[in-house]
């Protein structure tokens, strides 16, 4: 049995050689370039408006940071990270117009309605507790006359970060030792990664404001959340 997992954990679920992931590559790309599109859609930003990217990663694949990188102002982008300042070389290499900022999104740095909107993509379910996740988004309300937030659905087969099937739906206690064979054992951590269903997301947003949620499919399945705020 321990053979038979490392053999699936090297050649299929390795990131980023791993079979899994070179055939699902392109599945998120398709999947954040239809988000990008719906961003654009909905949200019609201008030249003249601020955007505020709460979450952004070091990662320099095309589809990591996709607002940096297909937005056509990205010198009216501020992007926080809450990770270590010594990964990021290549992202401000890499969008040298956008300003990089090093902040905690549960208390962000900034008066009310500083920025036109504000874009979270599948950083909601990183930030914790179910209290923890409601000061995130109260916090990206505040400081935004409008918000673009999106997270992955619990309900979908597979959850987008491990690619396993079903195992997000097993007790933490069977989920830990299943993501331990596959070397994925940060994501039984719901400090790390706590999925939410529809209602969940939706009950994460102060009550006076008004939220439109938008749906995106994969093979017909809702895949991903994605909350339009209007204030």
């Known amino acids: ?28 790309l398709k999947s954040r370039r239809e988000k990008f599109g719906m961003f654009m859609h909905i949200m019609r930003p201008t030249f003249r408006d601020t955007i505020l990217d709460v979450g952004v990663t070091p990662g320099s694949y095309e589809w990591a940071n996709f607002l940096e990188n297909w937005y056509p102002f990205p010198e009216r982008i501020t992007a926080l990270t809450i990770e270590g300042q010594e990964k990021f070389y290549n992202f401000q290499k890499n969008f040298p117009k956008v300003t990089l900022i090093f902040g905690n999104g549960k208390k962000l740095n900034f008066l009310d309605n500083s920025f036109d909107i504000v874009f979270s993509n ?3 379910e990183h930030t914790g507790s179910r209290e923890e996740q409601r000061q995130f988004i109260h916090e990206i309300v ?28 097993l007790p933490l206690k069977f989920r830990f030792w299943i993501y331990k064979k596959f070397g994925k054992e940060s994501h039984a951590d719901l400090n790390y990664l706590n999925l939410l269903t529809t209602n969940a997301f939706l009950g994460l947003f102060p009550k006076q404001v008004k939220v439109n949620l938008y749906k995106q499919r994969c093979f017909g399945m809702l895949s991903n959340l994605i909350a339009v705020v209007e204030k």
């Open 122 to 124: 599948a950083v909601v």
């Open 142 to 169: 505040r400081v935004g006359k409008r918000a673009f937030i999106t997270t992955p659905n619990y309900w979908f087969p597979a959850d987008s970060h491990t690619l396993i099937p079903f195992a997000h739906y």
């Open 1 to 28: 049995m321990k053979k038979v997992c490392l053999f699936l954990r090297e050649k299929l679920w390795n990131w980023p050689d791993g079979l899994i992931w070179k055939v699902t590559e392109k599945l998120v």
